[in-house]
Nanobody, 125 residues
Framework: QVQLVESWGGLVQAGGSLRLSCAAS????????MGWFRQAPGKEREFVAA????????SYADSVKGRFTVSRDNTKNTVYLQMNSLKPEDTAVYYC??????????????????WGQGTQVTVST
């Protein structure tokens, strides 16, 4: 079992920045691909970013590429999502998730086995 706890969501003005954290516990963190997903009101949950097991490979949705950066610190069992140049359309509940699947499947939420409770990010105009 893996427990995931997201933190540091909040309210920010358009153009601002936030850095989300996700702390993992319960098993060896470094064996899991870690992903970030988000769900806006009235919309389906969507892939945002993912980072490979050692942190040397990353992937982003087109909508956040160049603005968001995903990283992990396996010594702290923590994954981060640095979000810059935030837009109102980034408003959503952000979830971190852990996957035991191969990297090639990192965009598919059904391949993630463990999920955090989510943290709200609101970007105002």
């Amino acid at each position: 079992q893996v427990q995931l706890v997201e933190s540091w969501g909040g309210l920010v003005q358009a153009g601002g920045s936030l850095r989300l954290s996700c702390a993992a516990s319960g098993r060896t963190f470094s064996t899991a691909v870690m992903g970030w997903f988000r769900q806006a009101p009235g919309k389906e949950r969507e892939f945002v970013a993912a980072v490979g097991r050692s942190g040397d490979i990353t992937s982003y949705a087109d909508s956040v590429k160049g603005r968001f950066t995903v990283s992990r610190d396996n010594t702290k069992n923590t994954v981060y999502l640095q979000m810059n140049s935030l837009k109102p359309e980034d408003t959503a509940v952000y979830y971190c998730a852990a996957s035991d699947a191969t990297w090639i499947q990192h965009r598919y939420e059904l391949k993630y086995d463990y999920w955090g409770q989510g943290t709200q990010v609101t970007v105002s105009t």
